[in-house]
């Protein structure tokens, strides 16, 4: 036959096209390093565009529509800004129309990661506050500071926490649009069934409230958490005094490995082992709010989200909400969010400059909150403010006083990974805490950014 | 009497069938229970299969919600178009690849099989800058385009296999009485091909139906979006009304129940004949 002479070839193509194959997933999940240089390619010539833009302040002449790409969930936030929010500000500014897109949360970051590759990356994208230093790193994003003249008027009206996430490089690459925090959730009837009467203000008044409630019985459990990533971990981290990484975030020798984190741990795998903490920690995961709703787990950490969803689903449940237990270093919790940024293809930076304004501004971030989001203004907690907002914000504004950002690297995911798996194999008795934040340190040093010279 | 050691010798098979079948369907009725239960955010375990008090709340609500039915619309247009494209354009090539002799025939064939072996994800980046090249994101056509396209290899593979086995018999008799390969095609291959084609048409639609990420990728325009976008967008980021994603799900299932059942009859003859050839 004369194909016969084909097959080794064809047999050879389909191999490699299998193998690089295999290899996709890895690529697609972190940016490869050849991503950065593509996308600087496509960027270079803007930082002279927007000098011309700034210089030109005047607003546009012509019509504008600018593109917004947001993760606000469909049933209740979505609407509200399309029905209210945008038609406020295109009201304002009749020259802007401005286009939104709702973008499944799970996909997000890969289609950011591809439209900047191919150069049809939004205007303006409401980004989860763990990606924007990866953007803003691969030279994606426009730098706010330079962009906008009145940034600094912005940058000293939100609450440091979540404005962290955007400073990279020397720049800041957005400005916080809406924050969260966990604190803690307590189930009211399994306290009372314990007797216990407050919720515990301290580690040690923690610990002590789960041997009581332990003693109700093999399936109740004191607390429970969905995993080990730094979402769960890093309040009790940060809370024992310990951290991630140095202020600077250059190295975690010493900070991930220091001994009170390795106490954090040991703090977590004791809790494992006694039955204190849900075995779905060690890397299962666990319908927390499930098992709070039928008392069989009597605290979780749980975000602004909660209260509303939560009594949908259990309006008869009682519980309550308290600022996350104290340790050596008092009570921190772990900031959420979203930043809003600006993409540096962006044609219209000035109209989308004037949408920033336009949602950070005091009125809108209090609409934004009918829906459950809370505002990044300082200004919000003022008493006046405050009685504005649902009765459940005031613990988590108190909280956000004292919360700190996730490590805001540009290789935040793979750090990440490091962290989860260290933590997963220390709940699950594969080697001490020491020798695996020891092992995890060594690996995520070289994934930090290097120190200033 | 004789039924009865018949039914005895035979019930481990049927209690296993059915052991089977319980497993099968359980998630699909999973899943109309819980799209009947309002403000489920919680996956519930136990499962109760018997909502306390069942609504039809978020069927209305999934069916109302923003451009549901906009979306719904677009993956008809995009399934059905994409599904007659695939299955002519296919069925032409397969004939050829049956019938007929020619340079590189088997070459081709073999290049259009290597094309099965690559993963999509592998080739989004590539024809993410193809389709802005020829100004097709943000296109319902475009989409149309890329669904036809990747599905020929398969479609074609399968239907070649079908085509084989038919008796030369029959075109040699049309030929002798002054036909065409057209008419051939069209009068003999194709009536005798149902059960094929009803196969390759049913897999067509229920992938192009359901494709997810090309039309995440490609489609920008919240207008021009695909329904499993919608249902995707019910999942919040921190919590997802269940009911609601479910009951979406549902309505979605609507069009490929009807294009199963309508196709049914053909559909199982046709499933067996890619066992023997191909």
Not at chain 1, 55 to 71: E, I, K
Not at chain 1, 114 to 122: C, N
Not at chain 1, 269 to 291: C, E, F, M, N, S
Not at chain 2, 142 to 149: D, E, H, Q, S
Request: charged share 15%; hydrophobic share 45%.
């Amino acid at each position: 036959m004369k194909s016969k002479k084909w097959l080794p070839l064809f047999v050879f193509m389909t191999i490699v096209a299998m193998l690089v194959g295999a290899c996709a997933p890895a690529a697609v999940a972190t940016p490869a390093p050849t991503t950065p240089a593509q996308v600087q390619k496509e960027t270079v010539i803007v930082p002279q565009e927007v000098e011309k833009v700034v210089t030109a302040t005047p607003p546009p002449s012509g019509p504008v529509t600018l593109t917004f790409w947001h993760g606000y969930n469909a049933d209740t936030e979505t609407p509200f800004l399309e029905k209210t929010v945008i038609p406020a500000f295109e009201a304002a500014h009749p020259n802007i129309k401005v286009q939104d897109v709702n973008i499944p949360y799970d996909q997000f970051h890969q289609k950011l990661l591809t439209a900047i590759a191919g150069g049809t990356a939004p205007d303006l994208a409401r980004l989860d506050i763990i990606w924007t230093p990866e953007f803003g790193d691969m030279g994606a994003l426009a730098p706010l500071d330079e962009v906008m003249s009145d940034f600094a008027t912005y940058k000293d009206a939100v609450f440091p926490g979540p404005l962290s996430t955007n400073f990279i490089g020397g720049h800041y690459y957005g400005l916080p649009l809406d924050t969260n925090t966990r604190v803690l959730v307590y189930n009211k009837d399994v306290f009372s069934a314990a007797g216990i009467e407050n919720p515990p203000a301290t580690v040690d008044d923690f610990l002590a409230d789960c041997a009581k409630i332990k003693a109700l019985g093999a399936n109740h459990w004191c607390f429970g958490d969905g995993g080990t990533y730094a979402w769960a971990v890093d309040p009790w981290i940060w809370s024992f005094g310990g951290a991630m990484t140095s202020p600077d975030y250059t190295t975690s020798t010493g900070y991930l490995n220091g001994a009170q984190t390795v106490a954090a741990y040991q703090f977590l795998k004791d809790g494992v082992d006694k039955g204190y903490i849900h075995p779905g920690i060690k890397g299962g995961g666990v319908d927390t709010w499930g098992l709070l709703g039928k008392g069989q787990i009597a605290m979780i950490l749980e975000g602004p989200w909660f209260p509303p969803s939560f009594k949908s689903q259990f309006p008869d449940v009682k519980y309550g909400m308290a600022l996350m237990p104290a340790g050596q270093g008092g009570s921190i919790s772990v900031v959420g969010g979203e930043d809003i940024a600006m993409f540096q293809q962006s044609k219209n930076k000035e109209a989308a400059a004037e949408f920033i304004r336009f949602m950070l501004s005091l009125d809108t971030q209090l609409q934004m909150a009918t829906v459950g989001q809370m505002p990044v203004l300082t200004e919000t907690t003022s008493s006046e403010n405050l009685a504005k907002l649902p009765d459940y914000f005031g613990i988590f504004l108190e909280q956000l006083k004292n919360a700190q950002a996730r490590t805001p690297v540009s290789n935040w995911t793979r750090v990440e990974q490091i962290l989860t798996d260290a933590g997963t194999a220390i709940l699950n008795g594969k080697g001490t805490p020491q020798a695996n934040l020891d092992d995890a340190v060594s690996k995520i040093d070289p994934l930090l950014p290097k120190p200033a010279q | 009497m004789r039924l009865r050691p018949r039914i005895f010798k035979k019930s481990p098979v049927y209690v296993a069938l059915i052991a089977g079948a319980l497993v099968m369907i359980f998630p699909f009725i999973w899943m109309i229970s819980s799209s009947l239960k309002p403000n489920l955010y919680v996956i519930e375990y136990p499962p109760q299969l018997i909502p306390s008090n069942p609504s039809l709340e978020n069927f209305l609500e999934a069916w109302n919600a923003n451009n549901f039915q906009q979306y719904f619309r677009n993956s008809a247009f995009v399934a059905i178009t994409s599904t007659l494209l695939s299955v002519t354009i296919s069925a032409m090539a397969a004939y050829a690849f049956a019938r007929f002799k020619f340079p590189g025939q088997e070459t081709t064939f073999y290049v259009l099989l290597g094309v099965l072996m690559v993963p999509n994800i592998i080739v989004i980046v590539p024809q993410f800058f193809l389709m802005k090249f020829l100004g097709l994101r943000n296109s319902l056509w475009g989409l149309v385009l890329i669904y036809t396209a990747t599905s020929l290899s398969l479609n074609t593979f399968l239907l070649r296999g079908f085509f084989e086995q038919l008796p030369h018999e029959l075109e040699e008799a049309v030929l002798i009485d002054g036909g065409s390969y057209l008419t051939i095609f069209a009068n003999v291959i194709l009536p005798l091909s149902t059960p094929a084609l009803a196969t390759v048409s049913i897999f067509s639609f229920m992938g192009f139906w359901d494709e997810f990420v090309m039309a995440l990728t490609f489609i920008d325009d919240p207008a021009k979006r695909t329904l499993p976008i919608a249902i995707a967008l019910f999942q919040g980021q921190h919590g997802t009304q269940w009911g609601l994603v479910f009951a979406a799900s549902l309505i979605a299932l609507i069009p490929i129940f009807i294009f199963f059942f309508g196709l049914q009859k053909y559909f199982v003859g046709g499933l067996t004949t890619g066992a023997f050839k191909g």
